[in-house]
């Protein structure tokens, strides 16, 4: 069964929302049954990167608060991010558009590599404060988890994977997303944002038993007792 995830890299719950999924499907029975796939989701695609501006500020100026507004909503959402156990360096974090972080999923993704690459992005914006326009960061994430450096730089210097992303976000609006992270699962139910773990085995416990009624019987798994074969024999 397959969960899709539409996600951003600048948004600090797709992180702690990914680790609150992770944990329900570690503890679902049937997690090896369970095909996760990352999709691209923008919440400010026309941000320019601006390396030398503080996240405080731009969040500010961007919501019409004030600066310590601002900053205390930052420390709430490092502290939410630490009961899952993950660190947030707001005060390293650059400003910076994630197009082209998300042309790099999608070419992982096409290798099987999505959840590495969303996990490597989001420790370089949340933890160790990179810039995820540039592309010799990008370049050196794509090489860490596997992908063909000269073919990272290759699809960064052109368009590829720009159709994947636009396809992504157009999805998302046509689902009804209003936010992100937004989790779909088998195309039928929706959970959105961070929800507690409990939520998320709810909603694979119910999704997956709607899912495996729809399955041929030659893909169950079958245990085997006493029983009579078709010429009328039995043991």
Known sequence: MKVEIWSDIMCPFCYIGKRKFE???????EKDKIEVEWKSFQLNPDLK?????NVYDYLAEHKGISRDQSVRMHQQVTQSASEVGLTYNFDKAVVANSFDAHRL?????????????????????????????????????GASIGLDRKAVVDMLASGEF??????????????????????????????????????????????????????????????????????????
């Open 105 to 141: 999923i999608q070419m992982a993704k096409a290798q099987k590599l999505g959840d590495a690459a969303e996990e490597k992005l989001f420790i370089a914006y949340f933890t160790e404060g990179k810039n995820i326009a540039d592309h010799e960061v990008l370049t050196d994430i």
């Open 49 to 53: 990167s601006t390396p030398g501006t």
């Open 23 to 29: 944990a329900a499907l570690d503890k679902f029975p």
């Open 162 to 235: 720009a159709g994947e992303v636009n396809l992504d976000v157009r999805e998302a609006e046509q689902l009804g997303a209003r936010g992100v992270p937004f989790f779909v699962l088998d195309r039928k139910y929706g959970v959105s944002g961070a929800q507690p773990s409990e939520a998320f085995t709810q909603a694979l416990t119910q999704a997956f038993g709607e899912w495996r009624k729809t399955q041929p019987l030659t893909t169950l798994e079958t245990t085997e007792g006493p029983s009579c074969a078709l010429d009328g024999t039995c043991d």
